[in-house]
């Protein structure tokens, strides 16, 4: 998995052919994005510090934006 932008995670988050889920454990929360069973996405949130990951070839999901 590679860092991603925002922008690209909310992109993959708000996408209804999506799902997610929420795992929190302590002061670390952890959101997967899957499509079809395949994780495609995720967040890391720890104190304070936040990143997004992508899976290799996760640009294919994205939804064009207007």
């Known amino acids: 998995m590679k860092l991603i932008m925002q922008s690209e995670f ?3 988050r708000l996408n209804d052919n ?3 889920g929420i795992d929190t454990c302590g002061n670390k929360q952890v959101i997967k994005i ?3 069973d395949l ?3 995720k ?3 720890q ?3 936040v990143r ?3 899976a290799k070839g996760y640009e294919g999901f994205l939804t064009s934006q207007d």
């Open 10 to 12: 909310e992109n993959l």
């Open 18 to 20: 999506h799902e997610y």
């Open 34 to 36: 899957y499509c079809n």
């Open 39 to 41: 994780l495609i996405a």
């Open 43 to 45: 967040k890391i949130t």
């Open 47 to 49: 104190k304070k510090s």
């Open 52 to 54: 997004y990951f992508g």
